[in-house]
Every structure is written in C-alpha cells, then in structure tokens.
C-alpha cells in the first residue's frame, strides 16, 4: 500500500485547510487510518485514526472539534479537515495505515507540510 498526501499549505490562524490522502495498492487488507504530525524538534503524535470499513474516529485531544477525519472508499482516500487552526499545528502531517488493531501503524506517506501563521 502507498499513499500521495496532498493540501500542505501556509495559512493565517484561524484558517483551514484540508488535507488529502491517495491510497493505492490492496486497500481490503487495511483495518484502520491515521494522521499523524511532527513538529520541528518534537516527537511524532497521532492526531487521529478512522476505521477503513466502518468509518469510526478517534481523535487527540489537542484538535477535538477541530479537526475531522473522513474517507472516501470508493475514491480510496483519507481527508483530514482542519479548522481553527493556530501556529501549535505547525507540523509535517502523515497520513499512515495498519492491517489490524492495536498493530503498529505499517504504511506511511511522505508527509506534507503544513505552516500556520500568526
């Protein structure tokens, strides 16, 4: 499995934008999805994780009510939409899938870079 992500971007607080993730290879294998980020001089962190089949989310506490999760399987993609957001978002974002649950996520993407400006 292989993902493209795509949508990094610069933007004011208060902004949004939306990130995407392109799945391609055997998506029927894939249990769940995630977004991570990494922050220049900090460790990784999850930001949240979306069921492939049933569409459940979960959410760090740090972007509940801001930030949602959703897929599209038809079109094989993870979207991560993004509100409110303030320079702690700051990060390259990764989008990253694992076969089953609570396995260690196994397929990452490249990330893409999202800035906020103050």
């Known amino acids: 499995v292989q993902f493209a992500e795509s949508g990094g971007a610069v933007v004011q607080t208060g902004g949004s934008l939306r990130l995407s993730c392109a799945a391609s290879g055997l998506m029927s294998s894939i249990y769940s999805m995630g977004w991570f980020r990494q922050a220049p001089g900090k460790e990784r962190e999850s930001v949240g994780t979306i069921t492939w089949g049933g569409g459940s989310t979960d959410y760090a506490d740090s972007v509940k009510g801001r930030f949602t999760i959703s897929r599209d399987n038809n079109k094989n993609t993870m979207y991560l939409q993004m509100n409110s957001l303030n320079p702690e978002d700051t990060a390259v974002y990764y989008c990253?899938?694992?076969?089953?649950?609570?396995?260690?996520?196994?397929?990452w993407g490249q990330g893409t870079q999202v800035t906020v400006s103050s």
């Open positions: 990253a899938a694992r076969n089953r649950w609570p396995a260690n996520f196994r397929y």
